[in-house]
């Protein structure tokens, strides 16, 4: 069934739309077919709540009196970065505390967002303009004139899963990996995962409106590490990393349900955020993979106890697979593990639905797509 974008946001505007999270098509597809999803759904909705370590806040703090431009400040002891213009700030989710290493920008983020008061300690050289060389004192959101987050990084279009052939633990962005293959770790939500629903990125591009953090953000830009050319099965879907994006939204309108730091034991601080497309079924083959189960989505397992640029490839699993909690890898009967809050990206999916279902989240047109071809990035296999 052909539909456009127009028409669903009509039948969302009169309550007619039918939307399903990608877990509920994709049962809809294994009970009555992929034509059965296109007929009867209009829209798809996904979730994922993981590791997004490329992601920051953009913060204004306005200005001091006498005024101050911030060449160098730190927010709890992490370093802000202060070259832009007066009292422009970014923080970097994963960088640390001067004073304690389990604490970093994504703990700052996630202060700010439940109402607490972060130290300001900040200085620069001192001008006609800026008279003041430093300033300390205390902020919290509701007194910032802007706070935003922009994330360079984010949703990766597939990640490859991890496991260790080494003798010996090794501790990793990917959790703890255990000598001799003795786990394996992936970092995706599988059938719910955002950008694997729409592979072609046929309705995903820059200006795309999106649930992030339990708010309304927009696609800025393609991701940093951008790949338009991942490994993918006979069907054209990534099975390993691909595209990614980089998103924007406003930090005051977010709820730290979706938003949660981190301290990874041997790799440092990252932020846990979660982040959902609403992709319209416009045909049938969107509403093909739209609703691929797990069983038909697949991902490629690294070796990261081989220390090269380029780790070895040595297995190809789904994601049903995966979740099952055990698969054989060379011979040898290994549990897996998720780095991906399956409760948590599933709750992304079901508020997106409820936020369209209510009229609250509308589709819309992105104003340049993304990139169809990239550079092979130096871990592709």
């Keep these: 069934m052909q539909r456009s974008l127009e028409e669903i946001n009509e039948r969302i505007a009169r309550g007619e739309a ?21 007929n009867k759904v209009d829209v798809v909705t996904t979730g994922t709540f993981g590791m997004m370590c490329s992601s920051g806040l953009f913060l204004n703090t306005g200005h001091t009196d006498p005024p101050s431009r911030f060449q160098r400040a730190f927010l709890n002891d992490v370093e802000a970065y202060g070259g832009i213009a007066a009292v422009d700030l970014y923080i970097g989710a994963t960088q640390v505390s001067q004073t304690n290493p389990r604490y970093g920008g994504a703990h700052v983020i996630e202060a700010l967002l439940r109402g607490e008061p972060v130290r300001l300690r900040a200085e620069g050289a001192r ?128 709820s730290t349900d979706f938003i949660r730091a981190a301290y990874i034991p041997g790799y440092g601080v990252s932020l846990f955020l979660g982040i959902g497309l609403a992709i319209p079924l416009l045909d049938e083959d969107l509403a093909e993979t739209a609703s691929r189960p797990d069983s038909q989505i697949k991902t490629v397992v690294l070796d990261y106890g081989v220390a090269r640029r380029q780790r070895p490839v040595v297995g190809e699993f789904t994601y049903k697979e995966l979740k099952s909690g055990w698969v054989e890898i060379m011979g040898k009967r290994t549990r897996t593990g998720s780095r991906t809050s399956m409760r948590i990206s599933r709750q992304v999916a079901l508020t997106l639905k409820s936020w369209i279902k209510e009229g609250r989240f509308t589709l819309s047109h992105f104003t340049r797509p993304l990139p169809v071809e990239g550079r092979t990035l130096p871990w592709e296999v």
Excluded: H
Excluded at 22 to 28: I, K, S, T
């Design 18 to 38: 039918v939307v399903l999270t990608a877990e509920e098509a994709a049962r809809l597809r294994e009970s009555e077919g992929v034509k059965a999803v296109s």
């Design 127 to 254: 001008s006609d303009c800026y008279p003041r060389e430093s300033v300390e004192g205390e902020i919290t959101l509701k007194n910032l004139n802007q706070a935003f987050l922009f994330n360079p990084r984010n949703l990766y279009q597939n990640y490859a899963a991890a496991t260790n052939s080494s003798s010996r633990v090794l501790y990793t962005y990917m959790g703890k990996l255990l000598p001799g293959y003795g786990n394996i770790m992936y970092a995706t939500s599988g059938e719910l995962s955002p950008l694997l629903k729409d592979p072609k990125l046929r309705t995903v591009g820059i200006g795309t409106r999106l649930f992030l953090g339990g708010a309304i953000g927009y696609v800025a830009w393609e991701g940093t590490q951008f790949n338009a050319n991942p490994k993918r099965d006979a069907t054209g879907m990534p099975i390993s990393p691909g595209a990614t994006l980089a998103l924007v939204g406003n930090l005051k309108e977010m």
